[in-house]
């Protein structure tokens, strides 16, 4: 059964919310509930005082793979996550053409009177149906959910005329790696206005298609996220440099390069400041985990 998982203002700055999310032991009932199917995260309205830039509504999803109950932290569990796909946010609710109703993806949020459930807003885990569940991920991406039901194969063991469970269908839908990419070059290419990070060129073609690929920091293959944080826009050939290990980036952002990297006419190219640019929007800058991983495990010195 799928569910929201609401973060805290300063939630993203603190933990790795593609990996883990961290809740309260009185969720444990319906996170559990919850296990091995999915989650989409939520980004509430900022109460005074607090800060952070996350716009508010439905941001991400995710599936939960497993529960942890010794986290160091007094009072809560966490769930492990795997499959992270951000995607363009989701508003909360939609106010019909009149402006005199309102939308909600989630339908218990509205009361009897068209008012806000205010009590059922701040439960940090909330169970969706599926068709909110579907709800929220059509209007992210879309795309029907119930176009992918013909790709998906036969589950193990159902019968010649079943269809393939919800689950399946879901999975199959958020794991395709051609809805996935596409999703996050999106994100990452409109966080950097389409510019390389490492050069500052923008070229554009007459049909509105950009130059620069959107590469991700911590590779697909080694379950790095489709998290804008764990990307960054680079021309073709800076890419291939940037997956071959010819070239990484230190977490004060200066660009490095390998002592087998000799390449005078494109370090031409290279911004003068030797650092790579960053979006104004703080949380989607890379991340400092995944500019390690790939300074250790992809950057060949």
């Known amino acids: 059964m799928p569910a929201v998982f609401q973060i805290r203002s300063n939630q993203e700055s603190t933990t790795s919310i593609h990996e883990f999310f961290y809740f309260e032991k009185k969720y444990l009932p319906i996170v559990e509930l919850v296990l091995n199917d999915w989650i989409i995260y939520y980004s509430p309205a900022k109460r005074a005082g607090e800060f952070g830039n996350r716009t508010i509504g439905y941001f991400a999803t995710a599936r939960i793979v497993s529960l942890e109950f010794s986290v160091g932290k007094d009072g809560y569990c966490a769930a492990k996550l795997v499959d992270f796909c951000e995607f363009p946010s989701v508003p909360f609710s939609v106010t019909s053409p009149d402006a005199l ?25 909330r169970l969706l149906s599926v068709e909110e569940y579907n709800r929220i991920m059509e209007s992210a991406f879309n795309e029907p959910m119930n176009q992918k039901k013909a790709e998906v194969p036969t589950a193990p063991h159902s019968g010649f005329a079943e269809d393939p469970s919800e689950p399946l269908l879901r999975s199959r839908f958020i794991t395709s790696r051609a809805l996935r990419d596409r999703t996050f070059s999106k994100a990452v290419g409109e966080a950097y206005g389409w510019r390389c990070a490492m050069t500052g060129i923008h070229l554009r073609a007459a049909d509105g298609g950009h130059e620069v690929e959107c590469a991700h920091i911590k590779p697909v293959k080694d379950s790095g996220p489709d998290a804008v944080s764990n990307g960054i826009p680079l021309l073709r050939t800076i890419h291939w440099l940037f997956d071959k290990g010819f070239i990484s980036v230190e977490s004060d952002y200066r660009i490095v390069k390998s002592s087998r990297y000799y390449h005078p006419k494109i370090d031409n190219l290279i911004n003068e400041s030797g650092r790579i640019m960053l979006p104004k929007d703080v949380l989607v800058r890379p991340h400092p985990d995944f500019l390690r991983y790939h300074r250790e495990h992809v950057f060949k010195p």
């Open 101 to 125: 109703t309102k939308f909600y993806f989630e339908q218990n949020m509205q009361q009897s009177d068209g008012s806000l459930n205010k009590h059922a807003s701040q439960q940090r885990v």
